[in-house]
């Protein structure tokens, strides 16, 4: 199957300026598909699709499902700033997680490795932010241990 004939690669967002330099970059062409509000386009010869949440895993996951709904995609990719609990990755880099953690469920999901690069490390996910240092360090202990 050509990359022409592939069901897009769905970008996700949880904020309009997460999705704006997508926007910018790729020409992405404001439009709808069965009443979900997208921004369309082509990346390398290939259809993208890309939607915004809005902020938490009960709207991301309501979005997301609204967009699978709509339309086939071959895959989603989430976009976005992310807090961090280290001071070590620079803001830009690509992060591809050997594993996503459900802070609420403590389930671990393992993505399909794409594209070039090494997945590494793993990420946590949770509608809560925190932000005391005892806390940070406790998770991210978790985290880099259970690895």
């Known amino acids: ?3 022409s004939e592939k069901p897009p690669i769905a970008f996700i967002c949880a904020m309009p300026m997460e999705l704006t330099p997508l926007v910018e970059k790729l020409e992405l062409q404001k439009t709808e598909i069965d009443g979900v509000k997208v921004h369309r386009g082509t990346l390398d010869g290939r259809q993208v699709v890309a939607i915004v949440t809005g902020m938490g895993t009960k709207l991301a996951t309501q ?12 895959r989603v990719v989430v976009v976005g700033i992310t807090g961090a609990v280290e001071n070590e990755t620079p803001i830009g880099t690509l992060v591809l997680p050997e594993a996503v953690v459900d802070s609420a469920t403590g389930t671990e999901y393992r993505p399909d490795p794409m594209g070039g690069g090494e997945p590494h490390r793993k990420v946590w996910t949770g509608d809560l932010l925190p932000t005391e240092p005892d806390v940070l360090a406790d998770l991210c202990a978790k985290l ?3 690895l």
């Open 1 to 3: 199957m050509s990359t």
């Open 63 to 74: 979005a997301t499902e609204r967009l699978l709904d709509a339309t086939p995609v071959d």
């Open 144 to 146: 880099v241990a259970t």
